[in-house]
């Protein structure tokens, strides 16, 4: 069987001391027969859409260029299966850091198309978004990150699962954070199966 092609988008500012990381490496280790490419965000240089780069955006994809090494993370994000993004909670979303990685996969000719009546149509493999997050308190209604990439994963790319995986309050004081981390490994059979 050929192995599913992963594709781990790694928002996680705290590097080795986070914890949204260490849930993160843990559901990865039950993916089966799987191909995970790693993208640390923070490393990727990522930046902003200003006018000049969506000016330069516009003239590669008037000229047809879209291998260029502009597309470069769109081209990596297109090839995937499954999605699984790590991002703890941050002011009710997630690190800028992804709403960046974002910006750069969002485009219309390369990671997606609009249909004749204006609807988006995924240029993309995409069939799973799993969404792994960790918070100090309880996210409860406010639950803006998952539910924003959620809502692009699904309308831009074409993806028919999403999953969530949160483990919450683990900055209440008396509250055991490594005993929430341990129980959260419950959720991963459902974004598994
Ligand atoms: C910049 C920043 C913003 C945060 N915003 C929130 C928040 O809005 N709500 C919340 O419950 N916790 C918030 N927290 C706490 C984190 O969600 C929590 O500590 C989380 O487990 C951090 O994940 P990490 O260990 O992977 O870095 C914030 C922490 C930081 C550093």
Redesign the pocket.
């Known amino acids: 069987m050929p192995k599913k092609d992963i594709l781990f988008l790694n928002a996680?500012?705290?590097g080795e001391?986070?914890?949204?990381?260490?849930?993160a490496n843990r559901f990865l280790a039950q993916i089966p027969n799987a191909e995970i490419t790693c993208l640390p965000l923070e490393k990727l240089g990522l930046l902003p859409l200003d006018r000049a780069r969506l000016h330069e955006r516009d003239h590669l994809l008037h000229e047809g260029k879209t291998d260029a090494p502009f597309f470069v993370h769109a081209n990596t994000f297109r090839r995937a299966q499954w999605i699984v993004i790590?991002a703890?909670?941050?002011?009710?979303?997630f690190?800028s850091l992804l709403k960046l990685y974002f910006e750069n996969v969002c485009c219309s000719g390369v990671t997606f198309a609009y249909d004749e009546a204006g609807c988006p149509v995924s240029l993309c493999r995409a069939e799973r978004l799993i969404y792994i997050?960790?918070?100090?308190?309880?996210?409860g209604e406010?639950n803006y990150g998952y539910t924003y990439v959620r809502a692009v994963m699904e309308q831009f790319f074409g993806v028919k699962k999403s999953c969530l995986i949160s483990?919450?309050g683990?900055?209440i004081v008396g509250n055991d954070?490594k005993a929430i981390l341990a129980a959260a490994a419950s959720q991963f059979s459902a974004a598994l199966g």
Do not use: F, H, K
């Open positions: 996680c500012v705290r001391a986070s914890r949204t990381l260490d849930l790590a703890p909670y941050w002011d009710l979303s690190p997050t960790t918070a100090g308190g309880y996210i406010n483990a919450e683990l900055d954070p």
